[in-house]
Structure formats: structure tokens, C-alpha cells
């Protein structure tokens, strides 16, 4: 199974601020990669496909980057509306594996 | 609008069958690969199985292959999962999604989820 490693577990950031969250993979997923917003309560929203692509209507301050084994999602001016837990998933090989998350909080 | 709402969960024993179900609506149901993806409380996400648009091709992580059985009525736009041999590990708030491909697979539209409790 591809092994995904995300990376930090958690963080903290100010309003305005840019947050960037780590994803990496035990082998080229070759931008097989997607990012998920999950709030308490709630189911996961998509928000990055392939890597790079945007969802429809998300807002344009996240952003999908990377390639092989590396890739990245940041948000350009952290907003209340923010705060949550993100995950990345490969879409190359079943099984489909998540990273263990990354929760992000307003500081 | 995409919706997407699983039923059928509940508290179940350990090597007792359950079968959870998954109306959808908003979009050609038959267009879509689906899955189901479940998440242990506290817990993160992991993929249970996905389903070929008309039903022909199945894929099952292995932990559940041999004892989860995932179908599809396009006719009724239903996702169905049937779940055997229940064990508690399977405890999990079990999630319906649309599969779609395309540089890489992912997961775009969910529903609220349905609790399976495996316990004596």
C-alpha cells in the first residue's frame, strides 16, 4: 500500500497569516494527490484535485502544489472559516490511502 | 445540488450482518464511479470500496474483502453496502461518495454519514 505522511500533525496561525501543510508519499504518485477539509461534525469537503486543480467553489486562497512523492496545500491568508482538519489522499493504487490529518486552529 | 444520504447504520454484535444504503440525488448517478469511505471515532479517514458505473467491477481494501459487499441499483440511484461478519474494528461513522477519475482518483461529493457500532 502507498504509505501517505502528512506533516504537522498540528498547527496554529494567525488571521491573514499563510499556513502550508506537507503531504508525502512512499512512492510517485505521479499528482494522483487530492486535499480534504473536514470540520467538527461534519464529512470531508474536497478541495484540491490532481495535485493542483481547485474544486468548484473554493476559495481561490487555497492552493495544490507538487510532484512524485512531494506535494503541498497552502492557504494564502488564513481565515476564521479555516480552522479544521485537512487530509491528503493518493488516487493513484487501491487502495486509495489518507494521510492521519493535519488540524489547523486559529491562534 | 448534489445530496448524497446513507442510512441503515446503527449498534450491531460482533459477527452480526448490517446493510447500509445511500440515495443520491442531482446528478446522473450512473455517470459516477462510488465508494464508501469510513472514519473510526477520532479517527482519520480510510477507504472501504469502490464500485464501476454500472456495477461490473468492485474493488475492497483487504481488511473487508471476503466480508463487505458493495452494489449499486442505477435504476433507483442507490449505493448499497453489505457488511457480514461485523467485528468491532469495523466501528465507524461510514461515509457515501461519488468516485471520480481523472489525475488520480478522489472523492468530490459526500454525505453526512451513518454510525456502525459493533459491540456485545
Known amino acids: 500500500d502507498i504509505q501517505m505522511t502528512q506533516s504537522p500533525a498540528s498547527l496554529s496561525a494567525s488571521l491573514g497569516e499563510t499556513v502550508t501543510i506537507q503531504c508525502r508519499a512512499s512512492?510517485?504518485?505521479?499528482?494522483?494527490l487530492a486535499w480534504y477539509q473536514q470540520k467538527p461534525g461534519k464529512s470531508p469537503q474536497l478541495l484540491i484535485y490532481?495535485?493542483?486543480s481547485l474544486q468548484d467553489g473554493v476559495p481561490s486562497r487555497f492552493s495544490g502544489s507538487g510532484s512524485g512523492t512531494q506535494y503541498s496545500l497552502k492557504i494564502s491568508s488564513m481565515q476564521t472559516e479555516d480552522e479544521g482538519v485537512y487530509f491528503c489522499?493518493?488516487?493513484?493504487?487501491?487502495?486509495?490511502?489518507f494521510g492521519a490529518g493535519t488540524k489547523l486552529e486559529l491562534k | 445540488e448534489v445530496q448524497l444520504v446513507e442510512s441503515g447504520g446503527g449498534l450491531v454484535q460482533p459477527g452480526r450482518s448490517l446493510k447500509l444504503s445511500c440515495a443520491a440525488s442531482?446528478?446522473?448517478?450512473?455517470?459516477?464511479?462510488m465508494a464508501w469511505v469510513r472514519q473510526a471515532p477520532t479517527k482519520g479517514l480510510e477507504w472501504v470500496a469502490s464500485?464501476?458505473?454500472?456495477?461490473?467491477?468492485?474493488y475492497y481494501r483487504d481488511s473487508v474483502k471476503g466480508r463487505f459487499t458493495i452494489s449499486r441499483d442505477n435504476a433507483k440511484s442507490s449505493l448499497y453496502l453489505q457488511m457480514d461478519s461485523l467485528r468491532s474494528e469495523d466501528t465507524a461513522t461510514y461515509y457515501c461518495?461519488?468516485?471520480?477519475?481523472?489525475?488520480?482518483?478522489?472523492?468530490?461529493?459526500w454525505g453526512p454519514g451513518t454510525m456502525v457500532t459493533v459491540s456485545s
Open positions: 461518495t461519488t468516485d471520480r477519475g481523472g489525475s488520480g482518483w478522489y472523492f468530490d461529493f
Open positions: 442531482g446528478f446522473t448517478f450512473s455517470d459516477y464511479y
Open positions: 464500485i464501476s458505473y454500472d456495477g461490473g467491477s468492485t
Open positions: 512512492e510517485d504518485i505521479y499528482s494522483g
Open positions: 490532481g495535485a493542483s
Open positions: 489522499q493518493q488516487g493513484l493504487k487501491y487502495p486509495y490511502t
